[in-house]
């Protein structure tokens, strides 16, 4: 079966309502879509989480894969990317995210194919109910919903979660300039939820290792379930450990250091962020083999949200809940999406392959927005627009 034509889009995927975070504002994201069709009309379909793929994937690994066996995978690896050691050498991240993104469509057509889900590709299940966090933040206005603008809002918003969806998994922003407006978000949530709801924390490398050591034990007290990335680096995680008993995680994905420090606890990453569900498959795999946690993050579409519920429905070393940003997306590219947590889980899709069907209309509405608009600013500070905010915070 071979390649015919292969494409990668560039989108925004708007937030309903902006939410707070380390550097300021965030209303959505700018992932890239790929399509990879072949000569027999089937496409295969994979996402990248920046912009920045879509050039590299039509100006350089395109050309490269045209006329190739859809098939070979490790081929294709081959001529996209040089020796992996070569490739960490000199960080092309990018470039890694470009080939996994098509990579995953590789793996798309080969269920499609065959007539499989991927879940079935990769062994079979040892789940279908995916278990994922519902996210909370401060949060702005959106165009039609009103943001949380208060510690209190934000725990009733936990709260409607909880009564509407069945929500008891909750993961959210903690990385407000006074800490102390963070720590009463997580307070209120927990007086209000009680002491079942699981509650874990991600405050974006935000604080000094001094702050992080006063705020561990009120987040003891709490019983936070994880607090990712607290501090700025691993040295300063590793210090802020022997202050403090809850897990940590992190999306910096170097193993080897991982394993030598003994933290994080929990890796949260991506699978194209390795060059694809291959070596996604092999990393979870040294994560197992080293007592390393391994989930999905959030921020994608449900191209490659399918693939984080196909990879934990095969893979039972992911044990933990995956980050969600589901209930903050009004739209999606694919026809199912976007997906929607029900009693703090999500079923894995049945159909062949990643088992979701891409809307030409709403990817042509994603990417208009991004060629109108440009990409999503992650580093938006609406009290000083035109400026970044220094770390750490406090």
Not at 39 to 62: H, M
Not at 273 to 285: K, P
Request: proline letters at 7%.
């Amino acid at each position: 079966m071979k390649i015919r034509n292969i494409k990668a889009t560039p989108i925004n995927l708007r937030l309903e309502a902006p939410y707070a975070w380390v550097f300021g504002e965030l209303d959505g994201f700018s992932p890239t879509i790929v399509e990879v069709e072949t000569e027999d009309g089937l496409i295969g379909l994979g996402e990248a989480p920046t912009p920045a793929a879509a050039a590299i994937i039509n100006d350089s690994l395109a050309p490269r894969l045209i006329g190739r066996d859809a098939f070979d995978i490790a081929g294709a690896e081959h001529v996209c990317l040089p020796y992996w050691t070569g490739v960490q050498s000199i960080n092309d991240r990018t470039r890694i995210m470009a080939f996994g993104a098509i990579e995953m469509a590789l793996w798309d057509l080969r269920g499609k194919a065959w007539n499989q889900p991927l879940y079935q590709l990769l062994g079979g299940a040892v789940r279908k109910d995916i278990p994922f966090t519902d996210y909370f933040s401060l949060r702005g206005d959106g165009p039609e919903v009103k943001g949380e603008t208060t510690p209190e809002e934000v725990a009733d918003y936990c709260v409607e979660l909880h009564e509407t969806h069945g929500t008891t998994f909750f993961e959210g922003k903690f990385s407000t300039e006074d800490p102390k407006v963070s720590l009463k978000m997580v307070e209120l949530i927990r007086r209000k939820l009680g002491d079942d709801a699981m509650i874990r924390i991600d405050s974006n490398q935000a604080y000094s290792l001094s702050t992080a050591r006063r705020l561990a034990r009120p987040l003891e007290e709490l019983g936070v379930r994880n607090w990712e990335d607290p501090v700025a680096t691993i040295e300063e995680m590793r210090e802020l450990r022997r202050h403090c008993s809850i897990p940590f995680s992190t999306h910096n994905i170097d193993i080897a250091r991982a394993m030598e420090t003994k933290v994080p606890d929990a890796i949260v990453g991506n699978p194209t962020t390795h060059g694809g569900i291959g070596r996604l498959l092999r990393f979870v795999g040294a994560c197992e083999h080293a007592g390393i946690d391994f989930w999905c993050y959030s921020g994608d579409s449900g191209i490659g949200s399918a693939a984080y519920l196909h990879l934990c429905a095969a893979l039972g070393w992911i044990r933990e809940p995956n980050q969600s940003l589901f209930r903050m997306l009004p739209m999606d590219v694919t026809e199912e999406g976007p997906f929607s947590p029900k009693n703090n889980v999500v079923r894995v899709p049945e159909g062949p392959g990643l088992g979701v069907t891409l809307s030409r209309e709403h990817l042509a509405a994603c990417h208009r927005d991004f060629t109108e608009k440009g990409p999503c600013n992650k580093y938006h500070d609406p009290a000083k627009p035109g400026t970044y905010r220094r770390l750490p915070l406090n």
